[in-house]
């Protein structure tokens, strides 16, 4: 079975700097990789994700990630933060065209200081 | 569209009780899911349906929980008894055929909070 872990709980970055969110899939096929983030009360809202083609894909927010198959690696960055982007930062992985659903991290809690 | 619609946002209930989640789809979208959210747990997948049929409940935890899809555009997740463990955000979400070619890939609802004491 698939599986995604994200291996930091909390990332603390200050506003203006860069950001990276790390990624890590199990899977013995080509994978489809999704980064969704959630605000504090709110459902989760997708930012990008990748199927096949161009290994780096654009999201929306001025997000971005890049797809390494050889890491197993699905890193989400973003190159100046706003104090808007703090929240929690889900990577999912979906199997079999999606169509069952989708294998979610454990999420990565982001904080901005100023 | 008004996006998919979950109610109530927040349930409190006393154990023992019968809770009933509900969920509007975004009118066409054709797969529903069920997730729940918890601390320990994270997103866990409970069921999902494709065409209101349900597919794969595999993810529903006990027998307490049963999920159902009367129709393209509603369907209801309940647990009975309820029991304090049930605690949790419960989310819908719905895609149009492949979430992988859709724009949006999976719409999620902004999901139902249940405390059960």
């Known amino acids: 079975a698939q599986s995604v872990t994200q291996p930091d709980i909390h990332i603390t970055v200050s506003e203006g700097a860069s950001l990276e969110l790390r990624c890590n899939y199990s899977y013995g096929a080509t994978p489809y990789l999704f980064w969704y983030v959630q605000s504090p009360g709110q459902g989760l809202q997708l930012l990008l994700k990748y199927f096949s083609g161009d290994t780096l894909v654009q999201g929306i927010k001025g997000f971005e990630a890049e797809f390494k198959r050889s890491q197993s690696s699905f890193n989400l960055r973003k190159p100046s933060v706003h104090w808007s982007d703090a929240a929690e930062y889900f990577c999912?992985?979906?199997?079999?065209?999606?169509?069952?659903?989708?294998?979610f991290g454990k999420g990565t809690h982001l904080i901005i200081q100023p | 569209d008004a996006g998919v619609i979950q109610s109530p946002r927040h349930e409190v209930t006393e154990m023992g009780q019968e809770v009933t989640l509900r969920c509007k789809p975004i009118s066409g979208h054709n797969s529903l899911f069920w997730y729940r959210q918890t601390m320990m747990r994270g997103l866990e997948l409970l069921i999902y349906f494709n065409n209101n049929v349900p597919i794969d409940d595999s993810g529903m935890p006990e027998d307490r929980f049963s999920a159902k899809m009367p129709n393209a555009s509603f369907s209801t997740l309940k647990i009975q008894p309820s029991e304090p463990r049930d605690s949790a955000v419960y989310f819908c979400?719905?895609?149009?055929?492949?979430?992988?070619?859709?724009?949006?890939?999976?719409?999620f609802g902004s999901g139902t909070r249940l405390t059960v004491v």
């Open positions: 979400a719905s895609s149009l055929g492949s979430p992988i070619i859709s724009n949006y890939g999976y719409t």
């Open positions: 999912a992985v979906a199997t079999d065209g999606g169509a069952d659903g989708l294998t």
